[in-house]
């Protein structure tokens, strides 16, 4: 089965804190990976993809494939990182499935 | 931002009553999206349509119908067989389902009563 899970449904880190978003999936295949966000009455947008290996407000994820892990880093918090974060997977039929999602709390 | 609009952000409706949603893109894509987004449970799939006069169901389709007669609309309309119909729903669009990012409208945040 086709799955995502984002164990922690909220995480809470004081600025300047290193912060860890679990990730991980289940597929059959190749996966592409996806982190969006959605900050605060905004709209959900992507926040980066596995393929692009690029590291975006600071953000970075790598892909193990070993332990099937899609996991979002950022070394140093912001307040401004408060918002919610979802990981995706596109599947085989090029839908996407998302976890549930995990609330950033970071605190001054 | 911008370029898919959905209307309105609030929607109250009468239990019984259908309900249709309004997703709209300018942005040319091919492919289209409704979701919906449930507290603790992420967003889950209701149709997609990956081109116009074509549409898929997704993983929660019942209670559900969408069409798909032009480019660039994509309405929802949530049924009286839909048993939990109050929720938040999302738009998206991409310029494709197997490569591209996809693109999400504000929401429309459903209570019905």
């Known amino acids: 089965a086709q799955r995502v899970t984002q164990p922690e449904k909220l995480l809470s880190v004081f600025k300047g804190a290193p912060v860890e978003l679990k990730c991980n999936y289940s597929?059959?295949?190749?996966?592409?990976l996806f982190w969006y966000v959605q900050y605060s009455r905004q709209r959900l947008q992507l926040l980066l993809r596995?393929?692009s290996r690029e590291s975006i407000k600071g953000f970075t994820a790598d892909l193990n494939k070993g332990e099937t892990s899609f996991h979002l880093k950022k070394p140093f918090a912001q307040e401004e990182d408060s918002a919610m974060y979802y990981c995706?997977?596109?599947?085989?039929?090029?839908?996407?499935?998302f976890g549930q999602g995990t609330e950033l709390s970071v605190k001054p | 931002d911008g370029g898919i609009t959905q209307s309105p952000k609030y929607l109250f409706r009468k239990e019984g009553q259908n309900v249709t949603l309004s997703c709209e893109q300018n942005?040319?894509?091919?492919?289209m999206y409704w979701y919906r987004q449930d507290p603790g449970q992420g967003l889950r799939l209701i149709y997609y349509?990956?081109?116009?006069?074509?549409?898929q169901k997704g993983d929660i389709a019942e209670g559900y119908s969408v069409s798909r007669e032009k480019k660039e609309s994509f309405p929802l309309t949530v049924t009286s067989a839909q048993k939990n119909p109050t929720a938040f729903y999302l738009c998206?669009?991409?310029?494709?389902?197997?490569?591209?990012?996809?693109?999400f409208g504000p929401g429309t945040r459903l209570t019905v009563t």
């Open positions: 998206a669009s991409s310029m494709d389902s197997f490569y591209y990012e996809q693109y």
């Open positions: 349509s990956q081109i116009v006069n074509d549409f």
């Open positions: 597929y059959s295949g190749s996966p592409e």
């Open positions: 995706a997977l596109r599947s085989q039929g090029g839908k996407l499935i």
């Open positions: 596995h393929i």
């Open positions: 942005l040319n894509h091919d492919a």
